[in-house]
Nanobody, 128 residues
Framework: QLQLVESGGGLVQPGGSLKLSCVASGFTEELHAIGWFRQVPGKEHEEREGVACIDKNGEIAFYGDYVEGRFTISRDGAQNTVYLQMNSLKPEDTAIYYC??????????????????WGQGIQVTVSS
């Protein structure tokens, strides 16, 4: 069974930066891609917003339009870790951030319903 664990969230002032990490363990050979999604209060799982996605070969598969060049997704294959560097953070970036794994090739980078394994989520709060 594949497990995902996020870290690196917290409280940051507007304009600040955070770097999220997602460590995959277990049956990592099943991984086709890792995506970052975010969810704000009142939204359902299916309404989680796609942030960024990277495939098993390190190719960038997706960035959300609102990222606007502020976020960068990367991976360390040897460590089975995917990172999300977030710069120039805005209050509207406040959400619970999840990493998720696509276990088949039939995934769409920004569509949470095509990702099968999920981490527990981590809070990111952007506020002065």
């Amino acid at each position: 069974q594949l497990q995902l664990v996020e870290s690196g969230g917290g409280l940051v002032q507007p304009g600040g930066s955070l770097k999220l990490s997602c460590v995959a363990s277990g049956f990592t050979e099943e991984l086709h891609a890792i995506g970052w999604f975010r969810q704000v209060p009142g939204k359902e799982h299916e309404e989680r917003e796609g942030v960024a996605c990277i495939d098993k070969n390190g190719e960038i598969a997706f960035y959300g339009d609102y990222v606007e060049g502020r976020f960068t997704i990367s991976r360390d294959g040897a460590q089975n870790t995917v990172y999300l560097q977030m710069n120039s953070l805005k209050p509207e970036d406040t959400a619970i951030y999840y990493c998720a794994a696509a276990l088949t090739e039939w995934y769409v980078g920004g569509n949470p319903t095509t990702f099968q394994a999920w981490g527990q989520g981590i809070q990111v709060t952007v506020s002065s």
